[in-house]
């Protein structure tokens, strides 16, 4: 049977759940407690077709490196083999052009994300493509914002959005 490696990072944001095939990072899941991290494997396991393995072989050394550098403030653009077999159509479409064209420290509104995949007035299918990424922070959809300001939603939670935008020099740090 296939498999897929996982392991549990600590990061500035809380527990990470990392897992990758042998093509590259499939997976990030934030506030990765053991029930989240759980049901997290069952539904990758049913997914992929294929069984966990807790970071056997090293696949998630690189990813691991690269997350803690930019945790540290060292790494401003990931260079990881992504695995994206758990997105495809438009939301693929939109997290590749998210991904490539919106760099560390900036954000983009919804609209103006559909607009850069050729699909004007696709505002909340870019936000539904925001919330099914299989791979935040590396396919960074904290940078997505609604037009007039405010932060939108974030499948992390909103306090979790504000702290990567702040890391990134976007948002002020929190006071306390």
Known sequence: MKSFEWTVVDTDIGPLLLAATDEGLVSVVFHADPAVRDGALARLAGRLAAEPVEDATGLLAEPIRQLEAYFAGGLREFDLPLDWSLSGGFNRQV??????????????????????????????????????NPLPVVVPCHRVVETGGGLGGFGGGLETKRRLLALEGVLPEPLF
Do not use: T
């Open 95 to 132: 997290l590749r052009e998210l991904a490539r064209s919106v760099p560390y420290g900036a954000v983009v509104g919804y609209g103006d994300l559909a607009s850069r995949v050729g699909e004007p007035g696709a505002a909340q299918a870019v936000g539904a493509a925001m919330g099914s």
